[in-house]
């Protein structure tokens, strides 16, 4: 079994920062990435950066590449989305999802049916 836990979210101003983290707990050999996926009210959950647990490959969504950044620290199993320049269109429920995939692409990692794990989520709300 894994857990994730989600932290971080909160109320920041359009053009501001915030940091989220998930902390992976649990059997963490089940899975080898972890992924940060939104969703707003109206809208489908879109996947936004993931990152893989042994390469550190990374793959961002076009939404948001350039301005959120995905890493990891491996003594901890701690996940990051570094959100720099905010925009209102941003405010959403923010999950961490970790899956296993043999092959990850940046098509296979936008698929949020294939992540068997999530977080509670966390909440962001940029104001303009």
């Known amino acids: 079994q894994v857990q994730l836990v989600e932290s971080g979210g909160g109320s920041v101003q359009a053009g501001g920062s915030l940091g989220l983290s998930c902390a992976a707990s649990?059997?963490?050999?089940?899975?080898?990435?972890l992924a940060w996926f939104r969703e707003s009210p109206g809208h489908e959950r879109e996947a936004l950066a993931v990152?893989?647990?042994?390469?550190?490959?990374?793959f961002e969504s076009d939404s948001v590449r350039g301005r959120f950044t995905i890493s990891l620290d491996k003594a901890t199993n701690t996940v990051t989305l570094q959100m720099n320049r905010l925009k209102p269109e941003d405010t959403a429920m923010y999950y961490c999802?970790?899956?296993?995939?043999?092959?990850?692409?940046?098509?296979?990692?936008?698929?949020?049916?294939?992540?068997?794990?999530w977080g509670q989520g966390t909440q962001v709300t940029v104001s303009s």
């Open positions: 999802a970790a899956g296993f995939f043999p092959f990850l692409s940046f098509t296979i990692f936008q698929n949020a049916a294939l992540y068997n794990v």
């Open positions: 990152i893989h647990t042994y390469t550190e490959t990374t």
């Open positions: 649990g059997d963490t050999r089940s899975f080898n990435s």
